[in-house]
């Protein structure tokens, strides 16, 4: 820890392998276990947060709607083929990070609508208009739902979403250039 950081006050955090090497393998073990029950699959705010008016359960977020805000709550469900699979401990607070550390590393290119993050899994954001674009970038021939290049490809496509494709791809060959495929967000499943 630096000499800052001490001096500020701030308590010096042990490392997992002091712990571990402490004589309290057993209760950081045990500490670990039980923190991986914990996963934020369900919330309720309407019922403890004065103001919300409505709540749209997402995929992955709950979005509460205050008038002019929203509070969207990140949560650890894990979605894929366009349904929720399982709950993951802690993705919620490092999807909800990330898009924070995008939305403060291209600020000086557009605004965002956050306001605040009043917990690792919260955003309170200003009520914008949705576009609903989801922006896929990809790289390989590739994938297995009906929306994945080597699908669309495989089954005679040569022009996706713009993009032109030779005959004789193969599945999983990297192609030349990423290129850009774009999808409406539908309620029930994107759609190119």
């Keep these: 820890m630096s000499s800052q950081n001490q001096s500020q006050g701030q308590t010096q955090v042990p490392s997992l392998d ?9 209760e950081v073990f045990a500490s670990i276990k039980v923190s991986l029950h914990n996963c934020l699959s369900e919330t309720n705010l309407q019922l403890t947060v004065p103001g919300l ?3 749209t359960r997402g995929k992955v977020r709950d979005i509460y709607d205050s008038g002019d805000y929203l509070v969207l709550v990140t949560t650890d469900r894990q979605s894929a083929f366009d349904r ?3 709950s993951i401990p802690f993705k919620g607070q490092v999807l909800n990070e990330t898009s924070l550390w995008w939305f403060n590393r291209t600020r000086h290119m557009i605004p965002s609508a956050v306001l605040s993050v009043p917990d690792k899994n919260v ?3 200003k009520k914008c208009s949705v576009f609903p ?3 896929v970038v990809r ?6 739902t009906e ?3 080597w699908t669309v490809y495989k089954n005679g496509v040569r022009n996706y979403c713009g993009n032109v494709f030779p005959n004789g791809l193969v599945k999983n060959q990297k192609l030349t250039a990423n ?3 774009p999808t409406t967000k539908a309620e029930d499943h994107d759609v190119p």
């Design 18 to 26: 002091a712990l571990l090497n402490s004589g309290r393998k057993e």
């Design 53 to 55: 008016k409505s709540k």
């Design 84 to 86: 929720i699979l399982a």
């Design 123 to 125: 955003t309170i954001a």
């Design 133 to 135: 674009v989801e922006f």
């Design 139 to 144: 790289g390989f021939v590739t994938g297995s």
């Design 147 to 149: 929306t994945s290049l």
């Design 179 to 181: 290129i850009l495929t």
